[in-house]
């Protein structure tokens, strides 16, 4: 009985910390989200801060809409998220199996030179010199190919495939099935939760993407959303470039911040029992 009344108290902490942890977690989204549905009037009459709207208006988001910014940096922000998205699967897929066959010549060597990037990078300057040496300055593949390979991703995916039993490969080999065949037609199939997990990393980093813009583009119809979204929530602090007074300056700026992040939040439900499971599976080993 003892044990039994020590274990009911315990669950109630625990579950009693999770929502407590939960309400902190959606907060922060549903203020933001308040006020960009509630008329500016409105949030002013209630010094800015509002968590229950009680009228609901689209006109911030019309207006944010109504910009031609916005639809620009959305088309530029959607390329780079669904084409190096794309791109970093197929490369990380190409450089993690041939690392996962232990009888690879010079096996240890490159996994050394693959996390030796991890800990030392080349640094600002010398990525910059590349990337304008390449021709890439002012292209979208500025914002996609320097950071097209993320080590830590490599490594899940090569454990991942170190785990599939070995006699399947065996056994296609046997039937004559190439090292691309059985990479396509047996270790893919079977890989799919760790890729569902890395390819939620790499589009969200994808989607997310600013410092490469702001580094490598000068060009303004090249700016990714997140690049848009900084300039209206700074547009406040810089009187003399701010929105016109009339229009609603901050549900402005929160309902940019929503038209940002909204996407990845509807896409991670669908992927969310993948993440559990790809990270479970493809966990590095010590």
Known sequence: MVNRGSERYFDILIYSLLIFVGIISVFPLLYVLSVSLTPYSEVLRNGGFVVLPRKLTLDAYRILFGMETIPRAFGVT????????????????????????????GRSLFIFMIVFTMMFGGGLIPTYLVVQKTGLLNTVWAMIIPGAISTFNVLVVKTFFENLPEELYESARMDGAGEFTVLSRLALPLSLPVLMTV????????????????????????????????????AADRPETSVDVTLPTTTLQMASVIAACLPVIVVYPFVQKHLTKGMLIGALKG
Do not use: C, E, H
Request: aromatic share 16%.
């Open 199 to 234: 390819g939620l990393f790499y589009l969200v980093g994808n989607w997310n993407v600013f410092f490469s813009a702001v580094f490598y583009i000068t060009d303004p119809k090249l700016n990714p959303l997140q690049v848009i979204v900084r300039g209206l929530l700074m």
């Open 78 to 105: 959607i390329f780079v998220a669904s084409v190096g998205t794309f791109l970093n699967l197929v490369l990380t897929v190409l450089l993690a199996f041939p690392l996962s066959r232990r009888k690879l010549m």
